[in-house]
């Protein structure tokens, strides 16, 4: 009996291992792009070199529409840049890894774009969680490293006083979607009371989620409800139980877009019929393919309208190339990479360090959702402003732009 | 609310059911829990969503040819994997390997072949709910009561009602003495893993309506094995009551404790039951086969 017991136990041990880390995991797939390739002789640039950059995302697993999106982003833009010339007249040659949305995977895809593939810059990586665990990697192989959508503070300033050197991004912070999420529910719904459902697991929910808290309650608001749940689950009911009993006005859910899809439907579900307020997790049309009618009213808080007049080339060019609608994190992709290249340009010389002096305090850099302006001391984008997105008859509907961080 | 937290605790509970039958059912006869079970869940999802959203097939159809599929697919990978190492006696050990292995391999199969979209069954029933005062009871969670009921009657019928069923039962005591008796040890393994697909593709259709469909959706059917385990691997009854059980105790632990410690309460649960009752709440405590 013993042994079954020990059997049963180490199993469980297992795979309870494995269900953190889903295993989803195709054998890895190593691509180099050869966008450069048909535009070599157009652009006149042969015989020279290419510009190696590098890229690392989710293509499959829980966030592969994403990464997907993303790395669809960059790549039209590559070509397009390629096309128009390359930057200092040198093609530029993506190298991918599929991180799969795992840490581990994404540090050993890091170092190999690092040492292997010698790339010079990297584009980074969506998610706050997985962007900390590789910037010590960029640090140690002293190779730049833009984040597209990694939006926790601790990204680029781990703590107070330290500032990682190589990491960059392209997106506002937490603290400010936290704040904007609370003056929006304050100012704009006249909301009183608010409950918060987040992911525990996350570094992201966690944080958007203490500083709507600390935005709440300063401007007089209370938190009825402070609910969480952990990575993978699929039942939200018993938390949305204590939500209901508590009835709020708002309930602030910052996490992505398939849980947001599962807990709004549970939510609704049982009864619940406060207004669903969302961050920058939300934007995938998966969320109204899922979620349907549960999220219809709903308003999340977002970096760029994808609608925006500004926005109609790409969305133009990405749907013909792709046959897809283009997605947010196409966006940050594209402006990630013209960020890249507004540095190397600045550099004039396409090599890691110098690209990295040049990031520094780099200004004016006109991109898809706005101006980049990096702020020297925290490596994040200064004057951002967030949007407000509206769930209207199963559409995604532009509906304010907020003040701009300061 | 606490009304309210039993009902999302049997909702809960009810898909766990149909899932831990399946672990049930085969190690009862094998002595082994299939950690194929639940990617046979997962596959019996997507015939499902395809069956309902590429065919155009009715739900009840749907739900047929998921059945019909997941039971080709255990029986499958019985022959193919489990079925060999029969032969060679192989200890329980193996079985679990090779599972595991064919666990991996299919999920990672859909991935390439179906893609890592989330997929989501046509809106079969409204999301509002039945009100009996401040209490929701989903539609949805109704009729899952009431198939999983169903569904789990039909089975005991089978196992205890029937000659088949006798021969299941009988093999799983002793497949020596079963085999001399007459019963062919190959074909009641095979309606055994048959079952367990038929549950598994119900079970997946069900999940798969109530959340969403995708390729590592296999990953949560451990928490259906937990409640196999609890209610005694090998005992039908005991794994409709361990799912149950197991249901509301996530759903007290996540209301009333602390959402974010729901899972360590449910694998608390199974290791406090194995360590007071090894063989779970019905079990019966059988010596370990050399």
Known sequence: MKKFM??????????????????????EEVVVEEA?????????????????????????????VWGTAEKNGVMLTVEQINAA?????????????????????????????????????????????????????????????????????????????????????VCFIDPYSGEVTAKFAWEDLGAKKAAVLYEISSDYSVGVRDYFKKAWLELGGTIVADEAFKTGDVDFRPQLTSIKEADPDVIVMPFLFKEVALSAKQARELGITATMLGGDGWPSLQLLEIAGEAVEGSYYIDHADVKAPSVVKFRADYKDKY?????????????????LKAAIEKAGVAESE??????????????????????????????????????ENGEFVFYKTFEPMQ | ?????????????A??????????????????????????????????????????????????????????????????????????QASSLYFMITAMGFSVFLQNFAIVTIGPNFRSYPDVFPITPYLLGNIAIGRLDVVIFLITIIALSLLTWFIYGTKIGTA???????????????????????????????????????????????????????????????????????????????????????????????????????????????????????????
């Not at chain 1, 020990?6 to 054998?27: G, K, N, R």
């Not at chain 1, 984040?147 to 601790?154: E, H, I, V, W």
């Not at chain 2, 149909?18 to 094998?30: E, H, P, Q």
């Open chain 1, 6 to 27: 020990f059997v049963t136990l180490i199993t469980v041990l297992i795979l309870s291992a494995v269900s953190c880390a889903p295993a989803a995991a195709p054998e």
């Open chain 1, 36 to 64: 450069a390739e048909e535009v070599v002789e157009e652009a006149a640039v042969e015989d020279v070199e290419p510009i190696k950059i590098g890229w690392t995302g989710a293509l499959t697993g829980d966030q592969a």
């Open chain 1, 85 to 169: 010339g390359g930057i200092l007249g040198r093609p530029v040659e993506m190298v991918y890894y599929d991180g799969k949305g795992e840490q581990l995977e994404y540090i050993n895809a890091l170092k190999r774009l690092i040492y292997e593939d010698e790339v010079v810059a990297v584009i980074g990586q969506n998610s706050s969680g997985n962007q900390i665990a590789m910037a010590p990697i960029a640090e140690e192989g002293k190779v730049p490293i833009i984040s597209t959508f990694a939006t926790n503070p601790r990204v680029t300033v781990p703590e107070e006083g330290v500032l990682m050197r190589y990491t960059y991004r």
């Open chain 1, 323 to 339: 046959d897809k609608e283009v997605e947010i994190l196409s966006l940050m992709g594209h402006d990630a990479f013209m960020l």
């Open chain 1, 354 to 391: 110098a690209i990295r002096d040049a990031l520094e305090g780099i200004s004016d850099v006109e991109v898809l959702t706005g101006t980049i302006n990096i702020d020297p001391d925290t490596h994040n984008p200064v004057g951002k402003a967030a949007v407000i997105i509206k769930i």
């Open chain 2, 1 to 13: 609310m606490i009304l309210q937290q039993i009902i999302n605790g049997i909702s809960i509970g």
């Open chain 2, 15 to 88: 898909v766990y059911a149909m899932i831990a039958v399946g672990y049930s059912l085969v190690y009862s006869v094998m002595n082994f829990s299939n950690f194929a079970h639940g990617e046979v869940l997962m596959l019996g999802a997507y015939a499902g969503f395809f069956a309902m959203t590429s065919l155009g097939l009715p739900l009840g159809l749907s739900i047929g040819l998921a059945m019909l599929g997941g039971g080709i697919i255990a029986v499958t990978i019985e022959k193919i994997g489990y079925s060999r190492l029969r032969k060679r």
């Open chain 2, 168 to 290: 299941i039962r009988a093999t799983s005591y002793n497949p020596k003495v079963a085999s001399l008796m007459g019963i062919n040890p190959d074909l009641v393994i095979a309606i055994v893993f048959f079952l367990a697909g038929a549950t598994a593709g119900l079970g997946g259709v069900l999940f798969g309506i109530k959340y969403t469909v995708y390729a590592w959706m296999g990953v949560l059917t451990i928490k259906a094995f937990i409640a196999a385990v609890v209610g005694g691997l090998g005992s039908l009854p005991g794994a409709v009551l361990g799912a149950f059980v197991l249901g509301i105790t996530e759903t007290f632990a996540a209301g009333y404790v602390s959402s974010s410690f729901r899972d360590l309460f449910s694998f608390a649960l199974m290791v406090i039951i194995i360590v007071l009752r090894p063989g779970g709440l019905l079990g019966t405590v059988t010596q370990e086969k050399a």
